[in-house]
Every structure is written in structure tokens, then in C-alpha cells.
């Protein structure tokens, strides 16, 4: 037997035929489908997709095979494509297979003269371009003529335009199957996430004929608009049309009755009935809003195919909670419909997809979201343009810590340098500003205030937009789509988290990011960044007071102006925060990130601290070093100045006082970075508990906290089981872990990351998606070893990673309690995990959370 002669080569599509889309294709299901409810579908048979690959061999069906599927009723077919996915796509669809001069007579008599040519130049033109490969300009251009077209033919080919319906169908189901296996075809669907062996499945259908007397035509139909998911009729009707191509004679009607034309719904008040009425059968069979293709033929409807409504991420919300709502899908099943990124988009402002853009440039889409404004190159120009009032976009070659306030003041952020776990892009994820970095060819002329990319120049002042989703920098203003955080979006992220088995936390410094983490609903804070909290006007002057100072006594002076401060950042989140967990990470960066870094800087900070010019510099050299990343940071800084921790200590017990006293409790968690040895958190743990009992005396209250170790470091990980004996949380920093298990620098990696992943080296930027096989094995070796030690043990990842839906699933996998991301992220995050962990309970129904509840 081969593939051809195999019953199931050719099935007849009937309520009981065994097709199936591995086999046929999702095109032959979904017809299989509507005809079991009973819709008006036109005899239709699926081909199987091994049999179409033995077609796109040479193997022909037998001519008995080919004459069943054609010679019947007008004898005219339709050939479309079933892949097993309709995201796939697949060759054009060809009509009217089968007409020839005995054919075009018949319909002559039956419709008219000119229904019956226009039927017949349409396959004639479809057949000499697709099938025969002739000139299209040629069959194009006959000017609407069937004559003309068929001599063309003859002339081209030096034969009769083909007349026996069985070798036309041949011959076209081959042009098909050949035409899937083509190279721009093959691209075009593993773009889209086909298996490269993804096959084809055909259908032949009797044609439901479109042209001809009384209301005919063809048409589609949905109940929901794609834009908003809201209910709405749309869609098209087409007199004496068939298929997608326009012709002369054919006119649009409305759907439904509309002041400023005809209309089907007037026209044809029982088609329209019915085909609302399939609708509404469709969304409650199918479990899904469809669009239906359909053919009227004098009043008389065919459903011609259905398939899935395009809808934008809005709408892809709207329509799973709405199907949950009316009980056609489980709950569990609408929150799995929904694609977590697609919550981003309706977080924030969008470029309008169908609005036209200018492009200049592309990079790292590190933030999503759009923004227009003018460009500034220095944060002072970005706070001068706020406080005039006016939007600008921040162009920095990267940025530090000195420009978080002109990221405040601006309304997006491009720099030239840079990846995914770079300050700029960490901070504007932080506080959901969109951002592009690591521009390749975009070159910035501060002195001029120019930036060049492209062949074209911006100045200062000019407009840009940032389209910080897709990397795209467009020249001037761009339309955009306004977010939308309505109820199905909340009702969506409720119902994620009944069905959720790890919690998800939020990264956020300031108050303002913990309010946007409460209101996305974050289980608690798994990542304050205290040092964010120093490059405040007010306190950087005592902050490089502190580095100056040369003795432990001058250096407790200083932190002793940062104390108060410090304590009010604190109580403000513990308030905020209302009772949920609240993880400090004392201070982490290099000393010299607060120092100036040009001359001015030097000379005005010479004249604060009443120091000679010179030792400044000199001591700014001496801070300087070779890799700060690898330097005196972290725990090596609480180590070696043991002051700063003990007045971070201090504020944060302080102000869990405070906070306690105004409503429940406060179990603060603090976190030490940067640990590679036990040692380091033994030495810092007896200081924390001795300035713990200090305060306790001090003030006569209890309190209790937490200690818990950052693990950033490959060592940390492999000697976790040590370091949990004095811990209890470990939360991975898979940015500075990635950093160092590939020893590749998160600022700088952005310049050949689009070049490494192009090239396969690697499969996605690391700094992006969590490294399983890595960075991956070293978080479960991690995990592993501390629960061996301490069973109890917290393990989350606060990394950038703890946003990202591919690393989240891992993390779930991993045996991690939470994971904290920016607050613009949780809600993609609550989303993911969510996902992840219904899909371990279809694994393992015992682990279902909503089933143990
Ligand atoms: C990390 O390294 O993953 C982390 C969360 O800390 P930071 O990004 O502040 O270095
Ligand atoms: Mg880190």
C-alpha cells in the first residue's frame, strides 16, 4: 500500500470519518466540526498530508480518485490548505477546479453569460500563474477578457487550455504540495514556529458558486471586534465576488443595517439570521469566537471554512474571561489562553500596529511600551524640559546612577550601549518607562548635541519615538493605543493566581514603585536597591562626605546624617507594604559609582567638602578600579566599611519600630549581596544581630527579621548548603550570575549579543531568558544543596529573569517559592506562573493548588 492508496489518503469530511489534525491538517478538523453541527458546509474531502507529500514526489491519485472528488453536482471544486497549525499558512487557495467549455455552457444557461465567463477566467488566470507558471503580467493584464485569456494560454503553452476537470485537479494539487516545500514558504512558517517536517493536509471542497442571479456573493463574519474583544458584528459581504479577488460588477454591503448603505442583514434578512445564529453555535461548540467564511448563492448560504478571530492582546483577554464567564471554557483553560507577554502591551502606551512609521534605528527592546518626545542628551536637560512642561526622550551612551532623575523627568530612554540587564534598562523596566538600548551604528555627538544613525542627523529638541516592544526608534510623533487595565484584565490576573503554586514579588526602591507593585497585586518586595536611595540631591553631598571620611569616627558622622533618611524610605515601604514581606538588600555597588566623574564634578565637590582639588582626584583615583563589577562591592564593601551596613541595619529596625506601631507586626527581610563564602555572612550576621539587640535595648521593643543571602556569584551557588546554615532565604541574582558564570559584562554584552544570537552561538540573550543549561543548573544545584541543609529554607530569584515567562517556567520547575521582576512585570509574571504551574498539575494532578483548596 502505498501513501495514495491508503484509505485514509482521501476521506470524505462526515460527522464519524476518522480525521484528525496530526493527519489532515487544522483545516480539515474545523470543517469536520462545523459539519457535525449540522452547518450548510458543501461536500468536502481531506487530503492527508502523506499523501500530499507523495503528490509533491510526482505520485499522482488514480484517475478514479480524482474523478470522486470532482465529477459531481457542477462539478467544480475548491483546493485549500490544512497545516497542522493555521498560524502555518500555506499556498493560495485555488477555486473553480473543474470548468471547462462543457462546464462554462452549463453555467451559461444557469447564470448568465457573464457569471459563467468570469467563473472561468478566474481558474484560468489562478491555473496559467500557479499551476502552469506562465507570465501573471500576461493573465493580469486580459483585461478582464476570457477569450483573450484562453488564447494566451494556447499561446504560451502551445496547447488547448486543459478541459478533462480530473487532470486540472491533478495538476493543481500538485502545484500545492510542491508549493509548501518551497524556500520562502519554509522560512516563512518556522518564523512563525514550525517544525521544519511541519506538513501539509489539502481540502477539496464543492464549490459553493458566488456569482450569478438574485443576492450572491461570499463573504466573512464575526460576533467580537478583533480590537477590543468587545461584541460586535463585523466583517464584509461581497456581491458576486468569490474568494478575496475584486472585480468589476461586485458590490459591498454592510453586515447589518447601516444608514449609509444596503445591507446584507436588509438584503437577505434570513442568511443573516442564520449566520448569527452559527455564530453564536460556533462560540459554544467550538469554544472559541470564529470568523466564518461563508457563500450565498440566490439567498441560498454555504459555510465555506471558520477559523480562529484575529485579536489584539486586549481582545485576546476580553474573549478568554468572557468565554469563562458564560462557562464555555474552565477557568483554568481562559487563563491559559492568553499570551503573558501580550499583558504588557495593555500596561502601556502602544505604537499603533496599523499606523504608518518612520524607522531610523533598532535595538534591544529593553522596556515595553511607546513615548514620543524631544530628544535631550543630559539628565539636566531632561529635568529642565519637565519642569518647562515639555515630553523628552533621554539619549545617553548608557547611563548611571546619576541619571535617574533625568529617567524620571523623561518619558523614554534610548542609549547606544547596552543589553537587557543594563542600569538603563533595569531602571526604566523599573519604573515602566519604555527603553531602547545597545543601538548598533547609532553614534552620539554630545558637544554638537546630535545624534546620527542611519544617513540622518537628530538634534537636540527634534521628536523621536521610542517604541520600546519591538527596539524601533521612529523618527517624529507616532499614533498610539492607549492602555487598558480593565476588568477582564483584573479578572484574568484573579483567577491566575488561584491557580498559581509559586508567589510573585516585586523590585521596587521607591515608594512610588511600591504602590505600582500593589496595585498589580505583588505578594511583597523581593528586591529593594537601597543604593538608588543615595543619589538624591539631599543625600549624595553626606554620601561622599562618608567616602571621604578617613577615619571609622568621621565615617559614623556621616552615615549618622544618612540614618533618618534611610529610616523613612524604610517605614514608608513597610507602610505601603501593609504587612506583605519587604527584602532590603544592603547597599551594593562600587564606592565610586557616587564620586563625580568630570573635572566640574571634582572641583564643586573640592569646595563642599573644603578639600583641596588634589585630593579629591587623588582619591577618586584610588577608588578607581579595573573591574568594579568584580571589586569592592556588595559584601566585600560591608565588610571592609562595616559602618554602612550597620546604619542600614539600624534604619531598617528603626523603622520596622515605627511601622509596627501603626499596624501589624513588621518581619523585615534583610539580604546580603555579592557572597561567595560563608565566612562573609557570618561576619555580617554577628554585626546585624548586635546592632539588633542595640536597638531593642534602646527602645524596649521586639522585633524579629530575617536574614537572607543574595547568591550572585557561581560560588555561592555551589556552596549554598553552607551558606543556608546561617540563612533563612536565598534569593538567586541571576543578572550578576549570568555575568559571571559566562564572564560576560551585562553593560557591554549588548554590542555583539545580536551577533551571537544570529549566529546560534547563543540560542537567546542570557541576560533575557534564564540560561537553563548554566546558569540554570547552577540555580538548581543551588536550591538543591541549601534545602539538603535547611529543608524550610525560602528560595526565590530576584534577577531580571524573575520577569520573564520562559525563565519563570524553569524557576516553577526549580522548586522556587517566588520570584520578584519590576513592578511593570508582574502581572506578565503572575500570568506565566500561573501557566506553568497548571500545565505541572495536568502533569501532576496531585501538585494542582486549586485542586488541594
Ligand atoms: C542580580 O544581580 O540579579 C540582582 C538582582 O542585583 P543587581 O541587578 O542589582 O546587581
Ligand atoms: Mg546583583
Not at 487550455?161 to 502545484?175: G, M, T, Y
Not at 510573585?504 to 497585586?521: G, L, S, Y
Not at 542595640?694 to 530575617?706: G, I, K, P, Q
Request: glycine fraction near 8%; charged fraction near 25%; aromatic fraction near 6%.
Amino acid at each position: 500500500m502505498t501513501a495514495l492508496t491508503d484509505p485514509d489518503a482521501i476521506v470524505e469530511i462526515t460527522p464519524s470519518a476518522g480525521v484528525q489534525v496530526a493527519r489532515h491538517g487544522w483545516r480539515a478538523k474545523c470543517l469536520q466540526r462545523l459539519v457535525r453541527m449540522e452547518l450548510p458546509v458543501p461536500t468536502s474531502f481531506a487530503i492527508s498530508a502523506d499523501a500530499v507529500r507523495a503528490i509533491a514526489a510526482g505520485q499522482t491519485p488514480d484517475r478514479q480518485a480524482l474523478a470522486a472528488l470532482i465529477e459531481r453536482e457542477e462539478g467544480l471544486v475548491s483546493v485549500r490548505p490544512s497545516a497542522a497549525n493555521p498560524a502555518w499558512g500555506g499556498p493560495g487557495t485555488v477555486l473553480n477546479v473543474g470548468i471547462n467549455n462543457a462546464c462554462h455552457a452549463r453555467l451559461v444557461e444557469s447564470r448568465g453569460k457573464k457569471a459563467a465567463d468570469a467563473i472561468y477566467l478566474g481558474f484560468v488566470q489562478s491555473y496559467a500563474i500557479h499551476v502552469a507558471r506562465l507570465d501573471p503580467d500576461m493573465f493580469s493584464d486580459c483585461a478582464g477578457d476570457l477569450q483573450t485569456a484562453l488564447r494566451a494560454y494556447e499561446n504560451e503553452t502551445d496547447e488547448e487550455f486543459p478541459q478533462d476537470p480530473a487532470r486540472q485537479l491533478a495538476e493543481v494539487l500538485r502545484s500545492m504540495a510542491r508549493a509548501w516545500d518551497g524556500p520562502t514558504a519554509r522560512l516563512l512558517r518556522q518564523a512563525k514556529g514550525a517544525p521544519s517536517q511541519a506538513a501539509l493536509g489539502l481540502i477539496v471542497q464543492d464549490m459553493a458558486l458566488a456569482i450569478g442571479p438574485g443576492v450572491t456573493g461570499s463573504g466573512s463574519i464575526q460576533l467580537v471586534d478583533s480590537s477590543t474583544g468587545m461584541p460586535r458584528i463585523t466583517g464584509r459581504f461581497r456581491g458576486q465576488t468569490q474568494g478575496r479577488a475584486e472585480r468589476e460588477g461586485t458590490e459591498t454591503l454592510y453586515l447589518t443595517r447601516d444608514p449609509r448603505g444596503p445591507s446584507l442583514e436588509e438584503a437577505a434578512p434570513e442568511v443573516f439570521a442564520d449566520l448569527i445564529r452559527f455564530g453564536v453555535a460556533c462560540r459554544e461548540r467550538l469554544r472559541e469566537e470564529m470568523q466564518i467564511e461563508f457563500a450565498v448563492s440566490d439567498s441560498n448560504l454555504s459555510i465555506i471554512d471558520a477559523v480562529r478571530v484575529q485579536r489584539s492582546s486586549r481582545a485576546s483577554v476580553r474573549i478568554a474571561v468572557s468565554l469563562a464567564h458564560d462557562g464555555i471554557i474552565p477557568v483554568a483553560e481562559a487563563v491559559t489562553r492568553v499570551e503573558p507577554r501580550a499583558l504588557s502591551d495593555l500596561l502601556h502606551y502602544q505604537v499603533d500596529p496599523g499606523a504608518p512609521r518612520d524607522l531610523v534605528a533598532k535595538g534591544i527592546n529593553a522596556s515595553p511600551g511607546a513615548a514620543t518626545g524631544m530628544i535631550v542628551f543630559t539628565a539636566a536637560a531632561a529635568q529642565a524640559a519637565e519642569a518647562r512642561g515639555e515630553r523628552c526622550v533621554l539619549v545617553r551612551r548608557e547611563t548611571v546612577p546619576e541619571d535617574v532623575r533625568g529617567m524620571h523627568a523623561a518619558v523614554a530612554v534610548l542609549t547606544e550601549r547596552g543589553g537587557m540587564t543594563s542600569h538603563a534598562a533595569v531602571i526604566a523596566r523599573g519604573i515602566g518607562l519604555p527603553c531602547i538600548v545597545g543601538v548598533s551604528g547609532l553614534s552620539i555627538d554630545t558637544r554638537a548635541r546630535t545624534m546620527q544613525t542611519g544617513g540622518r542627523i537628530f538634534h537636540e529638541g527634534e521628536k523621536i519615538t521610542i517604541d520600546g516592544t519591538s527596539g524601533e526608534v521612529l523618527a517624529g510623533e507616532a499614533e498610539m493605543l492607549e492602555p487598558a487595565l480593565d476588568d477582564s484584565f483584573t479578572q484574568l490576573l484573579e483567577w491566575a493566581d488561584q491557580h498559581s503554586s509559586i508567589r510573585i514579588r516585586a523590585n521596587a526602591d521607591t515608594p512610588e514603585d511600591a504602590r505600582t507593585a500593589r496595585m498589580f497585586n505583588a505578594q511583597g518586595i523581593g528586591l529593594c536597591r537601597t543604593e538608588h536611595m543615595f543619589f538624591d540631591d539631599q543625600r549624595l553631598p553626606a554620601m561622599r562626605e562618608m567616602i571621604f571620611a578617613d577615619k571609622p569616627e568621621d565615617r559614623r558622622l556621616s552615615l549618622e546624617r544618612l540614618l533618618p533618611m534611610q529610616r523613612s524610605d524604610f517605614a514608608a515601604l513597610f507602610e505601603i507594604m501593609a504587612g506583605l514581606p519587604v527584602t532590603i538588600r544592603l547597599f551594593d555597588p562600587p564606592l565610586h559609582e557616587f564620586l563625580p566623574h568630570d573635572r566640574e564634578g571634582m572641583r564643586e565637590l573640592a569646595e563642599s567638602l573644603d578639600l583641596p582639588l588634589s585630593d579629591v582626584t587623588r582619591r577618586v583615583e584610588a577608588l578607581s578600579e579595573f573591574n568594579p563589577m568584580l571589586g569592592m562591592r556588595g559584601v566585600r564593601l560591608g565588610i571592609t566599611v562595616p559602618e554602612i551596613y550597620d546604619m542600614q541595619a539600624r534604619a531598617i529596625f528603626e523603622a520596622t519600630i515605627l511601622a509596627s506601631k501603626n499596624g501589624d507586626p513588621v518581619v523585615p527581610e534583610i539580604m546580603i549581596p555579592l557572597v561567595s563564602a560563608r565566612r562573609e555572612v557570618e561576619l555580617v550576621k554577628t554585626r546585624i544581630d548586635a546592632v539588633a539587640a542595640a536597638v531593642r535595648n534602646e527602645t524596649r521593643r521586639d522585633f524579629t527579621y530575617r536574614l537572607g543571602v543574595m547568591v550572585e556569584t557561581p560560588r555561592a551557588a555551589l556552596r549554598a548548603g553552607d551558606i543556608a546554615e546561617h540563612a533563612a532565604f536565598l534569593s538567586f541574582g541571576t543578572n550578576d550570575l549570568t555575568q559571571m558564570t559566562y564572564g560576560l559584562s551585562r553593560d557591554d554584552a549588548g554590542r555583539f549579543m545580536g551577533t551571537y544570537v544570529g549566529q546560534g552561538v547563543f540560542a537567546e540573550d542570557p541576560f533575557h531568558i534564564l540560561d537553563r543549561d548554566g546558569v540554570g543548573e547552577l540555580v538548581a544545584i543551588g536550591a538543591e544543596r541549601a534545602r539538603c541543609q535547611s529543608p524550610g529554607i525560602t528560595i526565590s530569584v530576584c534577577g531580571e529573569h524573575g520577569g520573564n515567562p520562559e525563565s519563570i517556567a524553569f524557576c516553577l520547575r526549580a522548586g522556587v517559592n517566588y520570584v520578584s521582576c519590576s513592578p511593570f512585570r508582574v502581572p506578565v509574571a503572575r500570568l506565566a506562573a500561573a501557566q506553568e504551574s497548571i500545565l505541572m498539575a495536568q502533569e501532576s494532578p496531585k501538585t494542582d493548588p486549586a485542586a488541594q483548596s
